[in-house]
């Protein structure tokens, strides 16, 4: 009976495997037949998607099926990529040379999947596969389809390499799969991107144990990637590597990952540090403008006569704008030595320059509460900046 047990098992696992075959071929031969005119772009792809198929799960099947399809393992390049290309060089080259390594393969995917108005992402992990744990990193997906997540490998999907050769195969078991099945071989860096609500650590992936363990704290993750999709890119980067140095750095692979995360967030600081500066030092120079106009006035002694109002106006204006420039300048963050070098002189600037605004303003002041005859005598000094 045990022979036949097994036996049966077997039998039935291929049915299944055949539904599965069965319930995307259609999808599949209408994708497999689009005209070229439609694969110029994933905006092309996704539009002839989206004419031609109404559910998400038939969207998303065939969003997989081409990138999975149409795109060859670029074996000689899987250890030269090029980190300095952006998302979009990234999907540009892939769709020219139909040629890419995972992370080519993972962009695309859900490039195509966010142009039809799926929520997807690309998950930066790395992975295990008979038993042992690879020590490259690993690029894969996660959409949601009516309102559960699943988890794809259009890399995986696509075929195998054997001796340095790239085999094209399609392997639907990397295809809307479930995040507590995809554990067993994938890992993200960051656990938010499990999808699980007791997500495992490197330690227990790396052992084999990825049992769900209730005695852990609940991760509500549905919850953390609302508050995640809300966050500037920086407070999402450092979440990121806190989750990632939270979860374990049990390899160099994955500190690796750690210090990058962290790198980039020093960069897109300083970036926006200095982006604060230059606008900062434009508001700057446009009170220093005003200012000017302002001296050019008094030391013309207040001719051609205007309003009291319009004269008040004419140095408040400046003074207030360098108020805000103080204030915002204060408010930096300061990420690199040349930042606070360059912070340090503007600061300088600021300070002398505000002080001739307010030594202005309390003439303007004075100067308002006299009478026209005292006014005429209290012009006896040239200004400069």
Same mark, same amino acid.
Request: proline residues 2%; charged residues 25%; positive net charge.
């Given at each position: 009976?045990?022979?036949?047990?097994?036996?049966?098992?077997?039998?039935?696992?291929?049915?299944?495997?055949?539904?599965?075959?069965?319930?995307?071929?259609?999808?599949?031969?209408?994708?497999?037949?689009?005209?070229?005119?439609?694969?110029?772009?994933?905006?092309?792809?996704?539009?002839?998607?989206?004419?031609?198929?109404?559910?998400?799960?038939?969207?998303?099947?065939?969003?997989?099926?081409?990138?999975?399809?149409?795109?060859?393992?670029?074996?000689?390049?899987?250890?030269?990529?090029?980190?300095?290309?952006?998302?979009?060089?990234?999907?540009?080259?892939?769709?020219?040379?139909?040629?890419?390594?995972?992370?080519?393969?993972?962009?695309?995917?859900?490039?195509?999947?966010?142009?039809?108005?799926?929520?997807?992402?690309?998950?930066?992990?790395?992975?295990?596969?008979?038993?042992?744990?690879?020590?490259?990193?690993?690029?894969?997906?996660?959409?949601?389809?009516?309102?559960?997540?699943?988890?794809?490998?259009?890399?995986?999907?696509?075929?195998?390499?054997?001796?340095?050769?790239?085999?094209?195969?399609?392997?639907?078991?990397?295809?809307?799969?479930?995040?507590?099945?995809?554990?067993?071989?994938?890992?993200?860096?960051?656990?938010?991107?499990?999808?699980?609500?007791?997500?495992?650590?490197?330690?227990?992936?790396?052992?084999?144990?990825?049992?769900?363990?209730?005695?852990?704290?609940?991760?509500?993750?549905?919850? #953390?990637?609302? &508050? @995640?999709?809300?966050?500037?890119?920086? %407070? /999402?980067?450092?979440?990121?590597?806190?989750? *990632? +140095? $939270? =979860?374990?750095?049990?390899?160099?692979?994955?500190?690796?990952?750690?210090?990058?995360?962290?790198?980039?967030?020093?960069?897109?600081?300083?970036?926006?540090?200095?982006?604060?500066?230059?606008?900062?030092?434009?508001?700057?120079?446009?009170?220093?403008?005003?200012?000017?106009?302002?001296?050019?006035?008094?030391?013309?002694?207040?001719?051609?006569?205007?309003?009291?109002?319009?004269?008040?106006?004419?140095?408040?204006?400046?003074?207030?704008?360098?108020?805000?420039? #103080?204030?915002? &300048? @204060?408010?930096?963050?300061?990420?690199? %030595? /040349?930042?606070?070098?360059?912070?340090?002189? *503007? +600061? $300088? =600037?600021?300070?002398?320059?505000?002080?001739?605004?307010?030594?202005?303003?309390?003439?303007?002041?004075?100067?308002?509460?006299?009478?026209?005859?005292?006014?005429?005598?209290?012009?006896?000094?040239?200004?400069?900046?």
């Amino acid at each position: 009976m045990k022979n036949i047990f097994v036996i049966l098992l077997f039998f039935f696992t291929l049915i299944n495997f055949g539904q599965a075959t069965t319930a995307y071929s259609l999808i599949d031969a209408k994708m497999k037949a689009m005209p070229s005119s439609s694969t110029t772009s994933t905006t092309a792809i996704a539009s002839y998607i989206k004419e031609n198929f109404k559910t998400q799960t038939d969207k998303v099947r065939a969003s997989f099926y081409y990138t999975a399809s149409n795109i060859s393992y670029d074996v000689a390049n899987m250890f030269d990529v090029n980190f300095n290309e952006t998302t979009q060089e990234k999907i540009a080259t892939t769709l020219k040379s139909k040629k890419g390594v995972c992370i080519h393969y993972a962009e695309t995917f859900n490039d195509i999947n966010n142009k039809m108005g799926i929520q997807s992402y690309v998950i930066e992990g790395y992975t295990k596969k008979d038993g042992k744990v690879g020590n490259l990193a690993h690029a894969w997906n996660a959409a949601k389809i009516d309102g559960k997540w699943y988890i794809f490998d259009p890399t995986w999907g696509s075929g195998y390499v054997d001796k340095g050769k790239f085999f094209k195969k399609m392997n639907n078991i990397y295809f809307k799969t479930d995040p507590k099945k995809m554990i067993i071989s994938h890992i993200p860096f960051d656990y938010l991107w499990q999808f699980l609500n007791y997500p495992i650590t490197n330690s227990e992936f790396y052992q084999g144990k990825i049992q769900v363990n209730k005695s852990k704290k609940y991760f509500d993750f549905e919850k #953390e990637i609302s &508050i @995640y999709n809300n966050l500037k890119k920086e %407070d /999402q980067l450092f979440e990121s590597a806190e989750r *990632i +140095k $939270k =979860n374990g750095l049990k390899s160099a692979m994955i500190l690796e990952r750690y210090e990058g995360k962290n790198e980039h967030l020093d960069n897109l600081r300083n970036n926006n540090t200095i982006e604060k500066l230059n606008a900062i030092v434009f508001e700057m120079n446009e009170a220093v403008v005003l200012l000017n106009d302002f001296i050019y006035y008094r030391n013309n002694k207040f001719k051609p006569t205007f309003s009291d109002d319009k004269i008040s106006k004419m140095i408040e204006s400046p003074r207030e704008k360098l108020k805000k420039c #103080e204030n915002d &300048i @204060y408010k930096l963050a300061i990420v690199s %030595d /040349q930042n606070a070098s360059q912070v340090a002189a *503007i +600061k $300088k =600037n600021l300070i002398i320059t505000l002080a001739q605004a307010e030594e202005h303003a309390v003439f303007v002041k004075n100067y308002l509460t006299k009478s026209k005859i005292v006014r005429k005598t209290m012009f006896s000094k040239v200004f400069w900046l």
